[in-house]
């Protein structure tokens, strides 16, 4: 087996039969005028029923790709190759009427910046209310019903169900977002930066409120953000990505406390100053940005931006191996790590 391959608990060796969600060998790229910019290339994953995996890494390496391929909600533009196998079923072979029915009912995405997936001339309660009406055989009365609790599991009062997305703060829009991901009871939520255009204090409540509602109704959630602190709150698992493929994924405690690859450590806050401090942006102490995928450098991806890059991770890219029980890491110089620490 290849190790780009199989990650998570199914590189265990671990059952397969419960993931609700499970990546197998995923690329996409997008064709362009200058060329292909493959934008994830070979990430394979494995979420459990009930489980919750973060994803991290910084703008550009990959991650909403990934989101959106899971419900094909990409742009024509992007090539797809490896599988997407929702509850066992390929979302790439799906007919437009499967994947119709699988939306909502059985996964959801809530991205970020609720305005974007509201309409702003409908009342949010009639926006709600629809994929409940659409999914399943339920009259006008028994969805009002069904709209007022949830928007009660969300922290707003069954009255706000008239108001239009513009009568709303910016955090109660996310609240009726979040009401409408799970409003069809689905298996998986895909939370795609869900907070990141809301104010601090509020991101936390929001963060909090997703991690009680999908504990509490039973349902797996893969979590997107470049903060792997707020992932390792509110995640079990975590996973790592750089330049469209995955650099680290293990127990979210393990991963944001002592990462075994040196981008992980960066993303953890935990990176040796290094550089010129006043050219430092991005994650602390880690310079420069990560690789346009058009133009990936030769051999690990990371290479250019590490500190203890050897000449060999410049020859060939790193496989991801076991670091660990239940963890793996894609950087040969792992063990140098302890050293240069
Ligand atoms: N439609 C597109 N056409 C061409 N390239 C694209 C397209 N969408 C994304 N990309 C490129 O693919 C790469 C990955 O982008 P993606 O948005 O998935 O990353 P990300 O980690 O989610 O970043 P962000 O948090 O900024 O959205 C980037 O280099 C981006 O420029």
């Given amino acids: 087996m290849n190790a780009s391959t ?14 609700v969600l499970r990546l197998e060998d995923l690329h996409v790229s997008y064709r362009t005028a200058g060329g292909a910019v493959p934008a994830v290339r070979g990430v394979s994953l ?3 029923a ?20 899971v419900l094909r909600l990409l742009p024509r533009s992007a090539e797809v190759g490896g599988r997407i196998l929702l509850e066992g079923e390929d979302v790439r072979e799906m007919g437009w009427g499967r994947l119709r029915a699988v939306r909502w009912a059985r996964a959801s995405i809530v991205f970020q910046g609720a305005m974007h997936s509201l309409n702003p001339v409908r009342r949010v309660g009639d926006q709600i209310a629809e994929p409940i ?5 339920v009259g006008r009365a028994e969805a009002d019903r069904r709209v007022a609790r949830l928007l009660d599991q969300v922290g707003l009062v069954a009255a706000r169900a008239g108001a239009y997305p513009h009568e709303l703060s910016g955090g109660q829009r996310q609240r009726v977002v979040i009401a409408m991901a799970l409003a069809c009871s689905p298996r998986l939520i895909v939370a795609d930066e869900p907070t990141t255009a809301l104010d601090v204090m509020i991101q936390a409540q929001i963060l909090r409120l997703i991690g009680e509602l999908v504990a509490e109704h039973g349902i797996s959630l893969l979590m997107i953000s470049h903060d792997l602190a707020v992932l390792a709150e509110n995640c079990d698992r975590l996973a790592v990505m750089y330049a469209g493929r995955i650099a680290e994924e293990g127990p979210a405690d393990q991963v944001f406390a002592a990462a075994r690859h040196p981008y992980g450590r960066a993303l953890a806050g935990a990176f040796p100053r290094i550089g010129d401090p006043a050219s ?3 994650p602390r102490g880690l310079p420069g940005d990560p690789p ?6 030769a051999g690990c991806a990371f290479a250019p931006r590490c500190p203890i890059a050897a000449d060999a991770c410049r020859e060939a ?6 670091a660990g ?5 894609a950087c040969i110089r792992m063990d140098a790590w302890q050293e240069a620490k």
């Fill in 317 to 322: 890219e790193p496989p991801l191996i076991a």
């Fill in 292 to 297: 346009d995928p058009a133009h990936l450098p």
């Fill in 6 to 19: 199989v990650i998570g608990p199914a590189a265990a060796g671990e059952p397969t039969g419960t993931d």
């Fill in 50 to 69: 009930g489980g919750r995996l973060g994803l991290a890494g910084e703008s550009g390496c990959g991650k909403s790709t990934l989101a959106s391929a």
């Fill in 280 to 282: 430092r942006h991005g």
């Fill in 325 to 329: 029980e239940q963890r793996l890491a």
């Fill in 46 to 48: 494995a979420l459990p």
């Fill in 133 to 137: 009406l659409l999914h399943e055989k």
